[in-house]
């Protein structure tokens, strides 16, 4: 039972992503744990989804849906038709029908691949000019109390552009959720992407960030629906500070 | 097969089975609606149509995750498009000011067909409601609704553009909603 005051007042504005960050965080703390604060949200979300009907209408190019079937159909053919080999089915056709010839130049790959092994494994050793990872920043994400196990590292590039997020013991979600990264500024949240874990909790995910990742004061995940949302709105389960 | 006939979450059920004619249909259902809402939010043709390819591409890959209990086939794909519209503008890191925003003006004459199944007539209907609830608003509240909708801006956000006191732009965007939730929730007992 929620013991704080309610939030009604804030809800209209909750449903249309346009409170500050404190009332947000004040509004989604006490959803949380009110149930008639829940009952009141769903009623104004109902509004704020009916909204995208009073948009003025404007009429999509006719060569929108070609491009849209273009696409769709190299990726997923149809269950009714006839399934068109894909590229590597071929690939894979071509080889059986010429076995023989493959297995050859598959022999001579492997050597030649061996031997370029052990020759680049001699030149790291004996190297001291060679890239290493603890040159680019990296960031620690801790997990909260929502996923205690929980870590990520987010590293970033030399030039502070761009950064790869890995995280590991995060909870799998159902299908309809997704983790979003939020990229932190001056009390801004950007998106910085939207990733899945696989089935022990691990996961990564290129991050792209409209302004340098080292221009940013703090960085979080959260859960929120498939697809990711324009601002947070579910719970956090990694962040940090720098 | 007509595929036109079928109801929303049947051609739901179709595209998750990767019937690609039946995404065609949603697509000839709903295409307007989410180029509109994406064309609105961000203000250019270009990425206007990106987002609503990036929208049906995304129902194809995703649509066996689809909860009809949770939210209609165009609830479903108008989240979608606002949510990616706002995160392009974000992601611009600037917003067209120079794209004026403003509700549909309530025409009747000009609603879309309401021809076809069940859904595209619900359409219709329920856009003339919305409309006409957003008309009875006053229009300091339809515009500061305008700015939080269309542009994704905060509180603060749209109290220094319209240059009013934050307290006043919050009350408009409260009244605005809680006015809008009387009016649609009075059109549904009514029909």
């Not at chain 1, 509004?27 to 109902?46: F, N, V, W």
């Not at chain 1, 006839?82 to 130049?105: C, H």
């Not at chain 2, 006409?132 to 269309?150: E, G, R």
Request: aromatic letters at 6%.
């Amino acid at each position: 039972m929620a013991t704080q005051p309610h939030v009604i007042e804030l809800l209209p504005a909750y449903t249309l992503d346009c409170l500050d960050e404190e009332e947000f965080v004040l509004a989604s703390e006490h959803l949380a744990a009110c149930p008639d604060c829940r009952t009141e949200l769903r009623a104004y979300q109902a509004v704020a989804d009916q909204l995208a009907l009073a948009v003025p209408d404007a009429q999509p190019p006719a060569h929108l849906k070609r491009q849209l079937m273009a696409r769709l159909q190299p990726t997923r053919p149809a269950a009714s038709t006839p399934a068109r080999l894909s590229w590597w089915q071929q690939l894979a056709a071509l080889m059986q029908r010429t076995t023989p010839v493959w297995g050859l130049i598959g022999l001579v790959l492997i050597v030649a691949l061996a031997a370029s092994n052990l020759w680049l494994w001699q030149q790291v050793s004996r190297s001291q000019d060679v890239s290493r990872p603890e040159q680019m920043p990296t960031i620690l994400l801790t997990g909260t109390e929502a996923a205690p196990q929980a870590t990520g590292l987010l590293i970033v590039s030399i030039d502070g552009q761009h950064g790869t997020l890995v995280v590991d013991r995060l909870p799998t979600l159902d299908p309809e959720r997704e983790y979003q990264l939020w990229l932190v500024k001056d009390g801004q949240r950007t998106s910085g992407g939207v990733f899945s874990v696989s089935r022990d909790g691990y996961g990564s995910v290129w991050v792209k960030s409209p302004q340098p990742l080292s221009s940013y004061t703090s960085f979080g995940i959260t859960i929120e629906p498939a697809g990711g949302s324009p601002g947070p709105t579910g719970e956090k389960v990694l962040g940090t500070s720098l | 097969m007509n595929y036109s006939v079928l109801d929303d979450q049947t051609l739901i059920r179709l595209v998750a089975r990767a019937h690609a004619d039946a995404l065609g249909v949603l697509y000839e259902r709903y295409s307007r609606l989410v180029f509109s809402l994406a064309w609105n939010l961000v203000g250019d043709q270009a990425t206007a149509e990106e987002i609503t390819l990036d929208v049906f591409t995304r129902i194809w890959e995703k649509a066996e995750t689809y909860r009809p209990e949770q939210a209609k086939v165009s609830t479903w794909l108008t989240s979608i498009a606002r949510y990616r519209s706002i995160d392009m503008l974000r992601r611009r890191g600037s917003r067209p000011e120079q794209h004026s925003v403003d509700w549909a003006e309530l025409a009747p004459d000009d609603l879309p067909s309401s021809d076809g199944p069940e859904e595209a007539a619900e359409l219709a209907m329920q856009q003339q409601r919305v409309r006409a609830a957003i008309a009875a608003l006053p229009s300091d509240q339809k515009q500061v609704l305008a700015l939080a909708y269309f542009k994704g801006y905060s509180h603060r956000e749209i109290a220094q553009v319209l240059n009013q006191p934050l307290g006043t732009v919050k009350t408009r965007i409260r009244l605005g909603m809680q006015k809008l939730r009387d009016l649609l929730l009075e059109e549904q007992r009514v029909a």
